[in-house]
């Protein structure tokens, strides 16, 4: 799915107009009669319901929200904030509508005295403002906001909570935004969802749709992605009657340290989970017996080093190389490091201490090799990429620099982004925070690692493996739980994962 920014938004509103055709008021009735929809779903029982409005379409859809919901016998109190000399025409429209109903409440309101007491069993609907806010909330609509915030009422945002950019709010105040408990979104989820700041505003989100013109969909250009089933099941390559495991490649595994082996258990399991032909895992001399018990489907190659990585194996016959998980930072692993990145040809999975290094050596940013896939968590990102304040800020500069060096940067998190050397930024709607646990991160390393020795290009290894990792997670979290989860569940429910994912 793609995610387009508030402008693009309008701009495909306005060619559903024009090309539907439909009007501009039918197109808001349609989005009311979602939203209404909706709405009963969740409440069933009818309740008691504030609908604050404002000035522009966005209050347009309340009001007409506001009806139907009374329409369902819902008691209904309609609040417009006389914060604008004049109202949008299709609220304008709204508003006459209700008012000839003449049956339902309906207060101008314009000063913090006139702002109603709001009861916890109240329904608050959040209509101020949408994706036509251009500027921070103040004044008497910021009173609002607060008295919203300030109770325990259920709030459910039109389409964005109001005071809410759609993308950068890096200059926004975050104290005048409404914390919506449910926002229901118009057709597509604005990139400020994804952002874990804007939790606290957004609730749980869910996209309605209001069948927007499919050629203004289609032909829209974004570099923001959501990732679904469907897209990531046609990525992947069939199997054929003949192949041998040679057909689906060599991978070179570096991981592990003293203390740390289990995370070359973790990433070489998942890996020999996800199709690669041959796994070979280098780690430090200690690891051997360990790892040979552990995972008796890789081959060992062994460090001269008791308990750190400073060497790694001819690498002529390796399809991938990953590098990363638990092998600490020492100078002799840097060194070792600083000959790989330089002599390696083939694509490298860099992930947790071998990023770190790279950060504590910004040098080493000139030798990575293209086709390279990092994968840091946003500590590891920060030490690689540089700091920033808040999520867009961060995705901007994540953006620019798979750009710059032609990678693909996957920073990790709840909505794991995957920023393509083309620009293009796919975000992962699988996994949940039973995955928030030690070795998570060293599974998605053996994953990628998988894909990318069978062949797979760095930026589809990178989505399936994104995507696949999460679903495990995902099947894993309905079976034990999220509390129990462990990153061996993950790799115990990958087999799950991709008959779900060929389905
Ligand atoms: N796209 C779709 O698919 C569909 C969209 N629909 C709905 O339309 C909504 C977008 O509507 P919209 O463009 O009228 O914008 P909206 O946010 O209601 O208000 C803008 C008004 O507020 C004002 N204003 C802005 N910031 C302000 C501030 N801080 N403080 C004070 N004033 C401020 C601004 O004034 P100005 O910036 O010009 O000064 C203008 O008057 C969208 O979110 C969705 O709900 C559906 O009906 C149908 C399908
Ligand atoms: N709340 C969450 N929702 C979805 N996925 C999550 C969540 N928390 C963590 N994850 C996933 O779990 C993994 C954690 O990786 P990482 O932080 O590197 O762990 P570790 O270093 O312990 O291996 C990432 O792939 C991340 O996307
Ligand atoms: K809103």
């Known amino acids: 799915m793609k995610i387009y920014s508030t402008k693009q938004i309008a701009a495909i509103d306005a060619f559903t107009i024009e090309n539907e055709p439909i009007s501009s008021i039918d197109l808001m009735e349609r989005a009311a009669g979602e939203l209404c929809k909706c709405i009963l779903e969740k409440f069933p029982e009818p309740i008691s319901c504030k609908v604050f409005v404002g000035p522009g379409n966005n209050g347009g859809d309340g009001l007409a929200l506001a009806r139907m919901l009374a329409e369902n016998k819902y008691t209904v109190e309609v609040y417009v904030l006389q914060i604008s000399s004049h109202l949008s025409a299709d609220a304008t429209t709204n508003l006459q509508r209700l008012k000839l109903l003449g049956n339902i409440a309906l207060f101008e309101i314009d000063a913090a005295e006139a702002i109603p007491w709001i009861f916890p069993d109240d329904l608050v609907i959040d209509a101020i403002f949408g994706a036509g806010l251009s500027r921070p909330i103040a004044g008497f609509a910021l009173d609002v906001v607060n008295a919203i915030n300030a109770s325990e009422a259920t709030v459910v945002a039109i389409d964005i909570p109001s005071g809410l950019m759609g993308e950068d709010n890096s200059q926004n105040n975050r104290k005048g935004i409404v914390k919506a408990d449910i926002t229901l979104s118009f057709q597509f989820p604005k990139l400020a ?19 927007l013109h499919p050629d203004a969909i289609e032909k829209g250009k974004t570099p923001f992605k959501m990732l679904s089933r469907d897209f990531v099941k046609n990525l992947l390559m069939p199997r054929k009657k003949f192949d041998h495991k040679g057909t689906y490649g060599h991978g070179l595994l570096i991981s592990g340290s003293y203390g740390k082996m289990g995370a070359a258990i973790l990433a070489s399991r998942a890996s020999l989970r996800s199709g690669i032909g041959l796994l070979t895992s280098h ?14 489907e890789a081959m060992v190659s062994i460090d001269r080093s008791d308990i750190i990585f400073t060497e790694y194996p001819d690498l002529s016959q390796y399809k991938a190389v990953a590098i990363g998980p638990g092998i600490d930072k020492k100078q002799n692993s840097f060194r070792a490091m600083v000959d790989l990145l330089k002599e390696v040809k083939v ?5 947790a201490d071998a990023i770190n290094i790279i950060g504590e050596h910004p040098e080493l940013k000139e030798h990575l090799p293209m086709g390279s896939v990092f994968t840091p968590h946003v500590k590891e990102f920060e030490r690689l990429v540089g700091e920033s304040k808040d999520s867009y800020t961060r995705n901007c500069m994540q953006r620019e620099f798979a750009q710059k060096h032609s990678i693909c940067l996957i920073l990790k998190g709840a909505y794991t982004a995957i920023a393509c050397p083309n620009g293009n930024c796919y975000f992962n709607p699988t996994g949940n925070p039973g995955m928030a646990t030690a070795g998570s991160g060293d599974v998605l390393t053996g994953i990628i690692l998988s894909l990318l020795s069978q062949g797979y290009p760095s930026r589809i290894a990178a989505i399936i493996a994104v995507y696949l990792h999460g679903l495990a997670g995902d099947l894993a979290a309905e ?25």
Request: avoid cysteine; glycine fraction near 8%; hydrophobic fraction near 50%.
């Open 193 to 211: 969802f994804l952002f874990p700041e804007n939790e606290a505003f957004v609730g749980d989100w869910k996209v309605l749709s209001i069948g």
């Open 283 to 296: 780690i430090p001399r200690l690891g051997y017996q360990i790892l040979q018990t552990a995972v008796p």
């Open 347 to 351: 694509p490298v999975v860099i992930d």
């Open 479 to 503: 079976e034990v739980g999220v509390e129990a989860l462990t990153a061996g569940d993950i790799i115990s429910y990958l087999p799950k994962a991709w008959l779900s994912l060929k389905k």
